[in-house]
């Protein structure tokens, strides 16, 4: 279902509880909403008001994937972006990596596997971006 944004400050500020593998409905609802905005690419748990450790990013084909309980593992080339926010009505400096190693849950048969992952690019942007989301830090 599609939801409506959240900017408040108290919720997006507020650190994310793990995930488990009955927030699958979030996670297509985070899906739902994505897909709905226009210049969306991706979406935190939070971003809906819901603070769980839960985000979905599109990747270059418009394909939704859905990451829970992310943690941000290694980091290189460390540069600094001007990023904007679905959520903040600012964009704001922030450092960012260009190579990211992640480790999360994917909901696999209704269970969930732990993997791990390189990403880069822009990719890696959006996904440290929805990490900080998780961590209640604003950007």
Same mark, same amino acid.
């Given at each position: 279902?599609?939801?409506?944004?959240?900017?408040?400050?108290?919720?997006?500020?507020?650190?994310?509880?793990?995930?488990?593998?009955?927030?699958?409905?979030?996670?297509?609802?985070?899906?739902?909403?994505?897909?709905?905005?226009?210049?969306?690419?991706?979406?935190?748990?939070?971003?809906? +008001?819901? &603070? =769980?450790?839960?985000?979905?990013? !599109?990747?270059? *084909?418009?394909?939704?994937? /859905?990451?829970?309980?992310? %943690?941000?593992?290694?980091?290189? +080339?460390? &540069? =600094?972006?001007?990023?904007?926010? !679905?959520?903040? *009505?600012?964009?704001?400096? /922030?450092?960012?990596?260009? %190579?990211?190693?992640?480790?999360?849950?994917?909901?696999?048969?209704?269970?969930?596997?732990?993997?791990?992952?390189?990403?880069?690019?822009?990719?890696?942007?959006?996904?440290?971006?929805?990490?900080?989301?998780?961590?209640?830090?604003?950007?």
């Amino acid at each position: 279902m599609i939801k409506e944004l959240v900017k408040d400050t108290d919720i997006l500020s507020t650190r994310c509880e793990a995930a488990t593998p009955e927030d699958a409905e979030l996670a297509q609802d985070l899906v739902d909403t994505v897909l709905s905005l226009e210049e969306g690419a991706c979406l935190a748990a939070n971003q809906i +008001g819901v &603070t =769980k450790a839960v985000v979905v990013y !599109l990747d270059d *084909d418009q394909t939704p994937h /859905v990451l829970y309980n992310p %943690k941000l593992l290694l980091g290189l +080339g460390a &540069t =600094k972006v001007i990023e904007g926010c !679905l959520t903040l *009505d600012e964009p704001s400096k /922030v450092t960012r990596y260009a %190579k990211i190693k992640v480790t999360f849950d994917e909901l696999v048969d209704g269970t969930f596997r732990r993997r791990k992952r390189d990403y880069t690019g822009w990719t890696a942007q959006m996904i440290q971006h929805m990490i900080d989301h998780c961590n209640g830090k604003l950007v």
